[in-house]
């Protein structure tokens, strides 16, 4: 499944049967073939009339469940919930300072925060478990 996010990583650009070899560090290029085959005979990828491989069906893998492909670059999902609970923080403290006196302003304040600091978390978690291709692959 890995050859596959690889493919759809690539933002509908068709992918070579060599790039693919190259990116998932095999020794040869049948090592890629039988993997692009079984993708074949699933359905999921599908091979022009040139040799070249691109996805023929979407389907939501587990190995990227939690990411975003945008311009081909995987972007964690919770970045997005990390950014606006962060935003929203920073807007409450300057809005609502002069009330921060107040036990349940600061209560709120810290809810707040603590979810964008759970979201920054979980975002750091899934960068880190993000899949990687070879750069090679990249020329």
Sequence with gaps: ???YVYIQS???NSVRLR???RAMNFSSPSSALFHLQKLESAGLVQKDNVGD?????RV???LVRNFLTIKGTLIPRHVFYASATTAVSILYLILLSQFLSSPIAIVALLLNAGSAVAFWYESWQDWKTRPRFSRRSEE
């Design 53 to 57: 491989y691109r996805v023929k069906t």
């Design 1 to 3: 499944m890995l050859i």
């Design 10 to 12: 690539r933002s509908g």
């Design 60 to 62: 939501r893998v587990s």
């Design 19 to 21: 790039d693919i070899q």
